[in-house]
């Protein structure tokens, strides 16, 4: 639901009547209770308990050109809170963008979710699989461009999602962290979506540089080593979901490519899901993630959640995750695959193999 409020638009004339402009606010608000069986800092025999407080506040804005187009802007962040929380984070640290759009399209510049971070987002991941899903991998570490342009298009059941990102420079040539996607999805059947999406991010070369710091115990320079940047990391990925009465089943496929800066490593991301709605309140989810390297790490998380509509805007849910590993690293512990480090639920592999996630709580959009 949105609430409408009236800003005032500036006006070129001096003696021109004032215009006004539309601004929606919307957002969510979520609150979850925690449990791990372990801890991710060494301390394996130790549980872990925790709160994730998380509010999200977007800002829409809107004005109607005379031709009938419109200049769409946003501002949009996540102050949330908590120890699994994202931490304060500053005004439009999620999106912030200005652009045009008509009837079926845009075209958007500024701070922008990555396509494909959203594709896999909604509805793919809805059976609890969290992090491992939605923030593994390369699109785990660049969930948004900083300097994008990016254009929307929906033709008839197709929708078209192309991406240009400069990078953290103004006008980039060179490797200098450009970063590019194009992606769609289209609707068939009786319910049914097909999703795919190519993702690249060229290296970012930096110059060498040198600074004052205590090494040791002793004042002495240290001096980071330049960066060629050479090279591409690129992310793919696919999906589809189809409905068969109360049971809908998901597939995606994500493959992840480091290949910046002479790496040469690959992991490969299987989810599948199936979600059984017992009525309009009340649904089981379950999913399953498989992933694998090609260094022959691997990593296998199960998870179920069972959520309930308390309100039209309001929905419960209580989660199961269990995630386990299966490279021994030769000296009594794991290796985690290519990409992951906090995604794996935590787990401390040194010394851990598997782990376990326990959680409730509520999310509420408005």
Excluded: C
Excluded at 245 to 272: I, M
Excluded at 302 to 312: I, P, T
Excluded at 321 to 344: C, E, L
């Amino acid at each position: 639901m949105f609430k409408r409020v009236l800003v005032a638009a500036a006006v070129a004339g001096a003696f021109a009547a004032p215009a006004f402009a539309e601004v929606k606010i919307s957002g969510a608000a979520e609150l979850d209770v925690i449990f791990r069986t372990h801890n991710g800092d060494g301390e394996g025999g130790r549980n872990r308990f925790g709160f994730e407080d998380d509010l999200t506040i977007n800002f829409d804005g809107e004005d109607k050109w005379d031709n009938g187009l419109k200049t769409i802007w946003r501002v949009s962040q996540k102050p949330g809170g908590g120890a699994y929380g994202p931490g304060v984070k500053g005004w439009g640290s999620r999106e912030a963008y200005i652009g045009i759009a008509g009837d079926s399209w845009s075209v958007k510049t500024g701070r922008i979710f990555t396509d494909q971070y959203l594709r896999h987002d909604w509805p793919y991941l809805t059976d609890g699989s969290g992090n491992l899903g939605e923030d593994f991998g390369i699109v785990g570490d660049k969930v948004w461009w900083t300097n994008a342009v990016q254009f929307n298009g929906n033709f008839g059941p197709v929708n078209v999602v192309a991406t240009f990102d400069a990078g953290d420079n103004a006008i980039a040539s060179g490797n200098n962290g450009q970063g590019y996607e194009i992606g769609g999805g289209v609707d068939f059947g009786a319910g049914g979506h097909f999703d795919i999406s190519f993702l690249g991010l060229k290296g970012q070369k930096t110059a060498a540089s040198s600074k004052v710091d205590i090494v040791g115990g002793v004042p002495g320079i240290v001096t980071t080593p330049a960066v060629v940047g050479d090279g591409t990391n690129t992310s793919f990925f696919t999906g589809i979901r189809y409905p068969f009465g109360p049971v809908t089943v998901f597939f995606d496929y994500t493959r992840n490519h480091w290949g910046q800066n002479s790496a040469d490593k690959t992991t490969n991301v299987f989810h599948g899901k199936v979600n059984y709605a017992f009525n309009d309140k009340l649904s089981l989810h379950t999913g399953l993630t498989y992933v694998k390297d090609n260094d022959d790490a691997k990593a296998t998380q199960f998870n179920v959640a069972l959520h309930y509509g308390v309100s039209k805007n309001t929905e419960a849910y209580a989660r199961v995750r269990h995630i386990q590993f299966s490279k021994d690293n030769g000296a009594g512990g794991y290796v985690k695959p290519t990409g992951m480090s906090w995604q794996g639920l935590g787990v401390d592999t040194a010394s851990q193999k598997s782990g376990q996630e326990f959680l409730i709580g509520t999310w509420t959009g408005f």
